[in-house]
């Protein structure tokens, strides 16, 4: 079992940029395959980007390719999103997750984190 924290959230202008992080607790982060998620207001929970075991893979949703890089430290049990170039529609609660298979389905991660907020001002 792992426990997640994100943290990182706030409110920033168009075009600026934030870094959330997601600390995770146990020794057993190497084996969680970790993505990030967003829901914003009114809508449903969707997948943003996902980062493999050793971090030599990575994979992103079309709305933020080229814009959020997500890595991770297995040293410090922490997974990073990046976020530059940020819009007003990126304005969301942000969720970090754990998964011990490689997938990019909101349904096959096992384990959450709270969120933290992000809101983009124009």
């Known amino acids: 079992q792992v426990q997640l924290v994100e943290s990182g959230g706030g409110l920033v202008q168009a075009g600026g940029s934030l870094r959330l992080s997601c600390a995770a607790s146990g020794r057993t982060f190497i084996r969680y395959f970790m993505g990030w998620f967003r829901q914003a207001p009114g809508k449903e929970r969707e997948f943003v980007a996902a980062?493999?075991?050793?971090?030599?893979?990575?994979y992103y949703s079309d709305s933020v390719k080229g814009r959020f890089i997500i890595s991770r430290d297995n040293a410090k049990n922490t997974v990073y999103l990046q976020m530059n170039s940020l819009k007003p529609e990126d304005t969301a609660a942000y969720y970090c997750a754990a998964t011990g298979i490689a997938t990019l389905r909101e349904a096959e991660y096992n384990y959450w984190g709270q969120g933290t907020r992000v809101t983009i001002s124009s």
């Open positions: 980062v493999s075991w050793s971090g030599g893979s990575t």
